[in-house]
Structure formats: structure tokens, C-alpha cells
């Protein structure tokens, strides 16, 4: 078992990760309360510069002393494409028009703009001496991974295949994060096509950690006891948990999402890419079902992003949930509003009954 | 846990059941090996009129005295539409040519005779005294349900989500299997659009155990100890598994199949309803890439399964598995050419190993 050097590596005292959650979900208060309980709270920077990442990590050093992580999107080259922004425009303009808002110019992000924030948002993970430091949507350069790891941050990937998790051990890293399709928020499939990373956690973790010697962290679906337990069976050394953190007390959810997935069901969940450009797991709504048919004619991840900002904010401030990117997992069925400590105490308490009762 | 009651419920020395796989894969000889290592094999009566099922029932008495169990489709309405059948015709014929078949007008199923074909399958259970009966593609009727409970016949539901689950357990039906995402073969859908049914284990298990007082059998990606333990976490009493015995010597799975399975990685599955007209998980390959496009304009099952399966059976004979059915679950690298003994103890001594090692 690599349960003993994941604790001591990453100074936990209960085998669970809060999510990073992009988008204001994962806000300090929650971020310090998993850490000082005996977790390791995460930072989300995935749409962070490096002045609102400072301004976070300095937040959460002011409510913790444990050790937290801080997440980052590693970009990938895009280019924007005229009939796809066309296409993504004239599908808006009418829920822009329903919702009344006055979309202004939205101003397109830029590949070259976001290589260099990510590489702004590095620095100040090795400045502000961060721990812990985890990827998405790729692999970070070799340069990179030489300078995190003359500072001894601990680097941890994101798989959704067997073989993105050898490329990650193969890189460096020290621990990867296997995202079963179980899971809510993007896909961080990197090396395969978005349809061939969808592998449930069940196959997914038995088949990986026969091929790799990092630890593994198991994420998708796993709210509780039973999910924590189930993964140490299949190979993981902890658990990475989002969907259950999202409903916490101390999240920037809006209580519209908090509502909507505590009130959803296992089969109400849905892809899309509508909302992004890039898949992601969500509840489904009239968004999503507008959108589904166009779906590989809209513009690529971020730029789409961009584009639907204004319609999730209106939606969100409208109390609207039919136009919010409302992300969830497949298990939204055991979610409740809680505070971070109740939400771990009950997964760890379970756990043990589980042990004891099998 | 439900553990010790299904164990005596269904004779059990192991909580493994072999998975029914339709079209000759399960054989008599798999069977009976199965249930011969104290575990339950089933016979696959999803294709079969009731006279062969007799002859395998009869077969399978001979080499077991233990108990094994049929599994039959639950027949829905269906009607032909001539746009349908026109679309498939097209797209087949190229493939005809390439492969040589003299594809002679195919004799379609009809509705009404799946009906008939079905309570004659039932008829034989009964007369057999077949011990257990397992169900798939829906529900048996009130007055099905009140026969085989005469006969004290074990009735098992298939379900892919939790509000499936909850139907079967209210219709009457001893027990539940759960068919996560990541099974292979035809997905067990019937409350909800394809797409809605595929939740991962990781999900559905915990969330359905809440709700439902059956015991519970998990299927899908499961192949090893690990697999059976995590599932036994997650709630589950016993697994179900399909492609792990796939692979095994006695089954009926062409040699082909079987290499296809054993060379597979876990993103080499896809979901595709071009073979029968209903999603299944199998390996991709030509026939599946040339379909996909067209894949909501084929009939209905069983109506393309009938139209497809002179190509299948060609693409066999002449071992190209470009055109071949190669269902199998998101694990193939967990796959072995071995007995059936050999899976089942391998899989007991790794479950025990978990155990202790955590």
C-alpha cells in the first residue's frame, strides 16, 4: 500500500483532497477549513491571474497553518475560428435576449496571453512556497517540473486513462489524480479523444495502478464511507472529493446550485461542452438541451468559456438555474449542505463502519 | 450486510456470478465450470427459442450438480419502419460486397413473436426447475412475477440507474443487479434514454443502497479482487462479471474475440447501437467508426441485431475483427486466457489479499 508516504508527503490525517473548483466554488474559507481538518484543501486558479491567486493564498494562510494546494489549467495551443465563433454567437444572442442582457464585445482570451499567466501563476506557487501543486488538461514542460521540484512542491497530475497516467509518472510527477467519468466539472482528458476518457473508476484504478508505482488518488462520484473505501480497494491512497465540498457551507456555490444538486438524481446528470468548449459533467437543463445539437460546431475551450460568461452570471444572479453551468457528479444523491468538518467526520466515521462491517 | 442471505439464496460458496452472454460466448461448458467452483453460472437464453434452451439446460445438468441460473430479455414493443430499414440496407450492402457474403433477403423478427418466444422460454424455466432467473432490457408482468414466486425460481433485475432499481425491488423481484458505465454488451436500460443509464458504479452503488433493501450484485469492470472487495464497500453483496469470463477457456467467444480483449486498453471501448440497434460497450473498430454518423437512423432492436448478423458471422470466419461484435467491459487489461477455476480462485485469493493489506 502507498497510503503511509502519501500522508506523510502531503501531511494529511484522513486520505481526502478537496477538488480544486474553478469559478469561485473553491473560496478560501473552504479551502482552509479542509486543511484544518486533517485534509488538504486546494485552491482553484484554472481562470485565476497571478494578483487574485496571491490575494487567495495569502486568504487561506490567514485561516490555516496546515498545508494546502493550489490547482492550475495547463494551457493548450487554440486558435479562434470564424464560423465557429459565428455559430456560438448566433445561438447566444437569443438567451442573451431572453435573460436581457446587453452583450457588450466580449473580449476573447488569447493562447500566447494564457501560456503567460500560467507561468505568472507558477512563480507565485513557488514565491509564496505552496506545498502542493496539482495540473489539468496536461502536463507541465520539463523546465517546469525541474524548478517545481528544486522547491520540493509536490506535483500531482490528472488522468482520466492508463496511459495518461504513465505519461504523467513518466514525467516526474509524484502522484496523479485518476478522474473516473464519474466525475463532475471538465474532463481533463489530455492524450485521447474526450468519448475514449471516459472510464468509470471501477476499471479505471485496478488497470492503472498495475502499470504505474506513484500513488493514486481516486476522484469521481465518492462522497462518502463507502466510496473512500471502495477506491483504497481498487488501489487509490486517498480520494479526491468535488461535488461533496461543492455543497458545503463554506463553497461560493450559489445556493441555486447547492439546491439543484442536492436535489438531483444519479441519472440527471449530463455532458456537454456547450457551456466551455471543452466536456464537462453538469445537471442537465435547457442550456444544455438548446445547445446539444451544435455542440461540435462552437468555438474551443476557453474561448466558449468566454462567451457564455455573461449568461451564467445573469442566470446565477436571476435565480435562473436553466441557463447556469450547474456541475455535478453522478452521485449528487448523497450530497447534503454541511459544513466541511460535519461533510469529513461522516465520511471518516462511515468508512470505519464500513470496515468493521464487511 | 445482505451478504449472508444471498450467499444462501443462491447457493453460493463465492459471491461471483457469471455474466450471461448472449449469442454463444456463455456455453454450457462455462457454465457448469462456473457453478462447479461455487459460483453461479448462467445460461444466456437472450437468442434462443425455447427448444435450444432446453437442450442447454439439459447439457448444463449434466455437468453440474450445483445450481446455475437463465437469463432472459425482457421483450418490448417494436415496430419496422421501412425509412429505418431502407438506411441500414444502404449502409450494409458495401459491406456485404467487401466481405463476400450473398446476403439473401433477412428473415426480420417481429414483435409479437418475441412475446410468444419469451413466455416459452419462462414455460421451460419453470418445467426445468431452473433455480434462478435473471432479467434484462425491463420487468417481468405481475402475473410472470407470480409464477416463478410459486415455483420459488430466484428473480433478479437488471438496472442502470437508481429509480430502476427502486421499480424492480417494488415489483417484487429478490434481487438487483447494478450495470455500472463500464460494463460490456448491451446496456440494461429501459426507465430512461441511453444516455441517462450510464452512471459508473462508484456512483450508482452507494446512492441505490439507500434506497432499496434487495441485495445487491454490481456489474461492469470488474475482473479482480480489487474489483469484487471495492464493490463489497460500495454496498454490494455479490459481482456479476461478464468480460473476465469472456476470455476464459470454456467460454464460446471466438479466439479472435477473446485476443481482441486480452490486447484491448481501457480506452479502446466505445458505446455503439450499430450492431443491434441498442448501445453495448466493444471494442472499436471499422464497422463501429463507418456507423457511427448514422448511428440514430438504424432500426430499432432487434432489427438491426437480425440485418447485421451475417456480417458478424463472416467477419468471424474469415478472423477480421474489423465487422465483429468485440463486446467487452472498460477493463481488458485485466483480462487472462485461463479456466474458469483459475479466475475464480485468482480472484478469492486477490480479494483476500486486499483485505488483509489495507
Not at 514525467?171 to 476518457?197: C, K, P
Not at 456555490?253 to 444538486?261: P, Y
Not at 466551455?276 to 468559456?305: C, W, Y
Request: proline share 4%; net charge negative; charged share 20%.
Amino acid at each position: 500500500m502507498k497510503q503511509a508516504s502519501l500522508y506523510d508527503r502531503l501531511h494529511l490525517t484522513h486520505p481526502i483532497i478537496q477538488a480544486p473548483m474553478a469559478g469561485g466554488i473553491s473560496t478560501p474559507e473552504l479551502t482552509a477549513a479542509v486543511s484544518n481538518n486533517g485534509c488538504l484543501g486546494m485552491i482553484a486558479a484554472g481562470y485565476l491571474d497571478s494578483k487574485a491567486l496571491l490575494k487567495q493564498i495569502k486568504e487561506v494562510k490567514k485561516k490555516t497553518k496546515n498545508w494546502f494546494g493550489v490547482n492550475v489549467f495547463v494551457p493548450n495551443d487554440y486558435e479562434i475560428e470564424d464560423c465557429a465563433l459565428h455559430t456560438s454567437k448566433t445561438l447566444l444572442e437569443p438567451i442573451h435576449e431572453s435573460l436581457q442582457i446587453n452583450q457588450l464585445d466580449v473580449s476573447l482570451p488569447e493562447s500566447k496571453h494564457d501560456v503567460a499567466n500560467y507561468h505568472q501563476l507558477i512563480d507565485v506557487i513557488i514565491q509564496e512556497n505552496v506545498p502542493v501543486c496539482t495540473f489539468t488538461f496536461g502536463l507541465p514542460s520539463s523546465d517546469l517540473i525541474r524548478r517545481l521540484k528544486e522547491q520540493d512542491i509536490v506535483m500531482i497530475g490528472t488522468a482520466t486513462t492508463v496511459k495518461e497516467a504513465i505519461e504523467i509518472e513518466r514525467a516526474g510527477l509524484d502522484m496523479v489524480i485518476l478522474q473516473g467519468s464519474e466525475a463532475g466539472g471538465h474532463r481533463a482528458t489530455f492524450l485521447h479523444s474526450e468519448e475514449e476518457g471516459l472510464i468509470g473508476l471501477m476499471a479505471l484504478i485496478p488497470q492503472a495502478i498495475r502499470l504505474i508505482k506513484i500513488p493514486v488518488i481516486a476522484a469521481g462520484g465518492i462522497m462518502d464511507g463507502r466510496g473512500l473505501m471502495a477506491s483504497r480497494c481498487l488501489g487509490a491512497a486517498a480520494v479526491q472529493m468535488g461535488t461533496a465540498f461543492l455543497t458545503c457551507i463554506e463553497s461560493g456555490a450559489s445556493d441555486i446550485h447547492k439546491q439543484a444538486v442536492t436535489k438531483a438524481t444519479d441519472s440527471q446528470t449530463t455532458l456537454t461542452s456547450s457551456f466551455s468548449g471543452k466536456k464537462a459533467r453538469g445537471i442537465n437543463n435547457t442550456f444544455i438541451r438548446m445547445m446539444q445539437k451544435h455542440e461540435n460546431d462552437l468555438p474551443v475551450f476557453p474561448i466558449q468559456n468566454a462567451l457564455t460568461k455573461s449568461i451564467r452570471t445573469a442566470s446565477s444572479n436571476q435565480n435562473n438555474r436553466e441557463f447556469m453551468s450547474l456541475w455535478s457528479g453522478q452521485s449528487p444523491m448523497l450530497a447534503n449542505i454541511q459544513t466541511a468538518e460535519e461533510l469529513i467526520e461522516r465520511v471518516m466515521e462511515e468508512a470505519e463502519e464500513i470496515w468493521n462491517g464487511i
